[in-house]
């Protein structure tokens, strides 16, 4: 009796088995794969304007020995800008992938909140996981600062792009973030006053400030007028900020905000103010 139960189950098991393998590979390969490319690395037919060429040897890798494309399948091909196209696979080789151009859309939506997110530098790996998630989220501009606290000075450009592009293309976003080289704070501001730059919406977290109601802050920002719908958010390093970092803001009139009573990890609370302002407004 028990060898027939053992039986049974271990048929129901590979049943199972091979219902989720005939799933997964369907979705592998129906899914449409976003890449962001270059113009430089899309080459259009001269003769057919229905053509196209890639020629990017990362994207070339990534599509032929990872994700073994097939001839017929789509790729939706993104400029980092709001453009996409979307184009089925014809042939290729170690050179170029041929494609043909089935849809092309301009002007993609943008977030309804475009948030500048400004953490001050951490350790390597927390600071790379806050590029990862708030890319995620739909943070628009990171601009790292180098506070009173900040012990960890090394910042990667070309290691954080990487990070981002690959947040950008997994997330399905339309718009590339910005990121920018490490600012001393008094440098970043005296670079804000001088390119005249509104400081209304520019705000700093502080857990011994006043909580605020997030929805009646973007509501508030949605219904000024000049703004752009824009905000911008300090958010400090292990330890908090100095009483140097906080005369630096109360001098330039950025105005300190808390989440609340409970206290973060820096690289919580960039992914915490990101979340409460994104989602769910776009």
């Known amino acids: 009796m028990q060898k027939w139960a053992s039986l049974k189950y271990q048929r129901q098991k590979l049943v199972k088995d091979f219902i989720f393998w005939i799933f997964y590979v369907d979705y592998i390969y129906m899914k449409i794969h ?109 601009q790292p600062i180098i506070s009173d606290r900040s012990e960890k000075l090394s910042f990667k450009m070309d290691r954080a792009e990487k990070i981002i592009k690959e947040a950008f293309e997994q997330s399905e976003k339309n718009y590339l973030p910005q990121v920018s080289v490490p600012l001393m704070l008094e440098e970043y501001m005296a670079q804000y006053e001088t390119l005249g730059q509104n400081k209304k919406n520019l705000f700093y977290l502080d857990i011994e400030a006043p909580i605020i109601n997030v929805n009646q802050l973007v509501s508030q920002i949605k219904n000024e007028e000049n703004n752009k719908n824009k905000i911008s958010f300090f958010v400090g390093p292990e330890g908090g900020w100095s ?32 979340s409460l302002i994104l989602l769910g407004q776009n």
Do not use: W
């Not at 060429?53 to 017929?72: D, F, P, S, W």
């Not at 696979?89 to 475009?114: A, M, Q, R, V, Y």
């Open 243 to 274: 009483d140097l970092d906080r005369k630096i803001f109360h001098d330039n009139n950025v105005k300190p905000i808390s989440l609340g009573d409970t206290v973060l990890r820096a690289e919580t609370a960039s992914i915490a103010v990101a």
């Open 34 to 142: 976003r890449f962001l490319i270059g113009q430089k690395d899309m080459i259009k037919d001269k003769i057919s304007d229905c053509l196209l060429e890639i020629v990017n040897q990362e994207v070339i890798h990534q599509l032929t020995h990872v994700l073994k494309i097939k001839n017929g399948q789509k790729v939706v091909f993104l400029d980092g800008q709001g453009m996409a196209t979307q184009a089925i696979f014809l042939e290729g080789n170690k050179s170029g992938l041929k494609f043909n151009i089935d849809k092309t859309l301009t002007n993609l939506p943008k977030n309804k909140i475009e948030l500048n997110l400004l953490p001050a530098l951490i350790k390597k790996d927390k600071i790379e996981y806050v590029l990862q998630k708030c890319t995620e989220i739909g943070v628009v501009n990171f």
